[in-house]
């Protein structure tokens, strides 16, 4: 299912939304993985005026702590495009404004997990931020580890994910260093148990 002709050459939202959320998961990954640059970055621009993303579409209400919720991920990189982002809510103690992830992917053995926080942003919405480290994980996740070592210094170090909701599984993301505003985009589709 081909879904550029909503992004590109000028992006209607609704429609992308109404076709992202009318059909199954199958269909929606295929969709988000036909997408580069050239369709990201005009997206995650529109999706500004979108609904501000919330804890609630990585981790929807109602799923425990510490169980595991996957976002199969494209990225706008020349290779090694895709991923997974796995998110949990944290174990009882922990803030409540956070959810708690790594970074499954081929490379993860040099790279490390890239371990992250994901909370609310400064502007609105939410962040998946390189820069915390997780108090807690899911037992079956690899060993949390920092992302100043190593290979992952150059990968996650003080790198933070501006999110944007695209619709109700898709949420489109661009990564920023301190001030620096990166020309990486990438998308998200969360995977319900339900499909």
């Not at 988000?32 to 369709?39: L, Q, Y």
């Not at 993301?173 to 990166?182: E, N, P, W, Y």
Request: with cysteine; aromatic share 10%.
């Amino acid at each position: 299912m081909d879904l550029t002709k909503f992004i590109l050459p000028a992006c209607d939202l609704a429609a992308l939304r109404h076709a992202l959320d009318g059909v199954g998961h199958e269909a929606r990954l295929h969709a988000v993985r036909e997408w580069g640059g050239k369709e990201m970055a005009p997206l995650f621009e529109a999706a500004a005026d979108n609904d501000a993303t919330t804890l609630e579409d990585f981790v929807p209400a109602g799923v425990a702590a510490l169980t595991e919720v996957i976002h199969h991920g494209k990225n706008s990189l020349p290779v090694f495009t895709e991923f997974q982002k796995r998110f949990c809510r944290p174990g009882e103690g922990a803030p409540g404004d956070q959810l708690w992830g790594y970074n499954e992917q081929t490379l993860k053995l040099f790279t490390g997990p890239g371990y992250f926080v994901t909370h609310p942003w400064k502007d609105g919405g939410v962040v998946i931020d390189y820069t915390m480290v997780p108090g807690g994980k899911v037992s079956t996740w690899p060993a949390i580890a920092s992302n100043s070592a190593g290979l992952s210094r150059f990968i996650y170090n003080g790198t933070q994910d501006v999110m944007r909701k695209v619709s109700e599984h898709v949420t489109i993301g661009r990564a920023r260093r301190g001030d620096v505003i990166m020309d990486n985009w990438f998308a998200l589709v969360r995977e319900d148990k339900a499909g």
